[in-house]
């Protein structure tokens, strides 16, 4: 079984706090409650012939649930082959290194975007908080024109006894996580460096040196 779906039983203490939440009412109100997952098969118009490339919208929250759904998906419809687009606030940080996982298993590439009227034509969309950890699992990683990025320190759900502790958790597998995508681990350090009711947007630029996004993506 895919080690993105195992590490929905196996992740020790971490499952017990990292949870990044939406930024604020103001952003989640424009999304809906949960991850929203539409798939776009191949031989739709436009596309040059022989891409086999699926499509993949992920719009939304990324909830505990989202990693079985995904998974669920890719099994059933024999995926092999994937362009995922992302537009979300931010959610579950566990879920998205699990999310990450299984993409980067299956060769899939990660963009931000959003889906629109014509879904083979993504429009701007936004990856805030622990969607960057979704992104960093492509084995290609590039963004639609005007779309964002920005990320902040994580929150627990409920208060931690240990607000240190708790921090230096979601630190240690925010760093082991990113090592294994091979994206800088100094994104970790920027991300405790930011308090969790505010973002900071990361330039094109900030991205690229990072390895958040891919050269030419």
């Known amino acids: 079984m895919m080690r993105g779906l195992q590490g929905s039983v196996a992740c020790g203490i971490g499952c017990l706090l990292l949870a990044l ?6 952003v989640a109100a424009e999304f809906p409650t949960s991850l929203q997952v539409v798939a776009v098969a191949p031989g ?23 990693t079985s759904r995904i998974v669920n998906l890719v099994l059933q419809q024999k995926i092999i082959r994937a362009v ?39 429009g701007p969309g936004t990856c805030y908080s622990a969607c960057p950890f979704v992104l960093a699992g492509g084995v290609r990683r590039g963004l639609e024109p005007g779309s964002t990025i920005g990320v902040h320190r994580a929150a627990n759900r409920v208060q931690v006894p240990d607000e240190s502790r708790f921090q230096s958790v979601v630190e240690a597998q925010a760093v082991e996580y990113l090592g294994e995508m091979g994206v800088s681990t100094e994104l970790a350090a920027l991300m405790a460096g930011i308090p969790h ?17 891919s050269q030419g993506g």
Not at 52 to 57: D, E, H, T, V
Request: overall charge positive; proline content about 9%.
């Open 21 to 26: 939440v939406a930024p604020g009412p103001a």
């Open 44 to 66: 739709y118009a436009a596309r040059p012939p022989g891409d086999g490339r699926w499509l993949l919208y992920l719009d939304g929250p990324i909830d505990p649930g989202a």
């Open 84 to 122: 995922v687009y992302l537009n979300s606030p931010g959610g579950s940080l566990v879920t998205a290194m699990q999310v990450g996982r299984v993409f980067r298993e299956h060769g899939f590439e990660t963009r931000v975007g959003a889906r629109t009227r014509d879904s083979t034509r993504p």
């Open 197 to 213: 009711d505010r973002i900071r947007e990361l330039t094109v630029d900030e991205a690229l040196r990072l390895n958040l996004l």
